[in-house]
């Protein structure tokens, strides 16, 4: 099921985002075991685009109270990878519930897996790198001091939007340098959280090093796109616009519109595009030629996000 979402997410974020820039270390040789510590600006669209773009299998870390459910719990561990973290703010009584995550967690990276940490804790939309808690950092301290994971790496990815409202994306994908235990040395554990989490976040700040200019389409390619990017804007443009005013009115005051905005799209559009080529071909008394809008919808989509590119 991971490997199934996998692909259709990365289909999926062709179309949603214009263009993406990763920059620093290379994605694709992350030494493993690893903690991916990644900040946390966009809910839970920032963990969507790191799974697209990393290699490995992830398993993820989030709220606790996303498992108050049991189905929802069944499907978010054994379907999706996703191990509960309480939070102070779900209530003290269940923090001890951590104890079993903990332990999971340890265990991936014992057989040399890697996990998704957001260190900040609280999601807010903006490009700034707010102070972290010590969920990364107690991690980091068990694997290395407890379970003798000494080969455990933990990865910075900082992740910048040039907007938080607006689509077709600009994305910046910024890896720093790697954490490992030979840059620390083991003290008193509140004394080790403390300098471990200055050193993530001084390799998490990347503000500066980073831009949001994307390349251009050439002109010759837009002549030859403008057509089927027209054609692309007239079919979706009333779907995208009913369906964007709906999200953001129910996300309003959240920072969950863009996150969410992209999850509806990437459910619904399949059946949107499986309901306009019903509709032409039952017009059309039932001429099979019109069962070809089953490409030629999602192509105009694409065709009309390289024009704006």
């Known amino acids: 099921m991971y490997r199934f979402i996998k692909i259709w997410l990365q ?49 993820f870390l989030a709220r606790g ?3 108050n459910k049991k189905w929802a719990a069944w499907i978010l ?13 779900e209530g003290r009584e269940n923090l001890i519930k951590n104890t079993e995550s903990f332990e999971e967690v340890m265990q991936v990276l014992a057989d040399g897996g890697s996990v998704l940490i957001f260190p900040e804790g609280l999601c807010k939309n903006e490009n700034t790198i707010r102070p972290l808690r010590k969920g990364a950092a107690r991690m980091a301290y068990q694997a290395w001091q ?40 083991i003290e008193q554990e509140a004394v ?19 831009d949001f ?16 990017a027209l054609l692309g804007y007239l079919i979706h443009r009333p779907f995208y616009i009913l369906l964007r005013n709906f999200i953001r009115k129910k996300t309003k005051g959240t920072v969950f519109y863009d996150s969410v905005l992209f999850g509806s799209m990437m459910l619904i559009y399949p059946f949107f595009v499986l309901l306009i080529t019903g509709i032409a ?9 019109f069962w070809f809008l089953l490409l030629l919808l999602p192509l105009t989509a694409w065709c009309y996000k390289i024009y704006r590119k």
Do not use: C, W
């Open 11 to 59: 289909l999926a974020l062709r179309f949603y985002i214009k263009n993406i820039k990763i920059q620093g270390a290379a994605i694709k040789q992350i030494s493993r075991p690893t903690l991916l510590a990644v900040n946390h600006s966009n809910s839970f669209l920032d963990a969507l685009i790191v799974t697209a773009y990393y290699p490995n299998e992830i398993h």
């Open 281 to 289: 071909v039952l017009i059309s008394g039932n001429n099979s030629a």
């Open 146 to 185: 407890q379970y003798n994971i000494h080969e455990l790496n933990i990865q910075p990815i900082s992740i910048r939007y040039a907007t938080f409202t607006d689509a077709p994306k600009t994305i910046n994908l910024f890896l720093g340098q790697a954490l490992t235990k030979k840059g620390f040395t």
């Open 77 to 89: 561990k054994n379907l999706l990878n996703i191990i509960p973290i309480h939070r102070l703010e």
């Open 192 to 210: 080790f959280y403390n300098k471990f989490n200055v050193v993530l976040r001084d390799r998490l700040q990347v503000e500066n090093t980073i």
């Open 213 to 228: 200019h994307s390349t251009t389409s050439s002109t010759y390619l837009k002549i030859l796109m403008a057509l089927p």
């Open 65 to 67: 109270d996303a498992f």
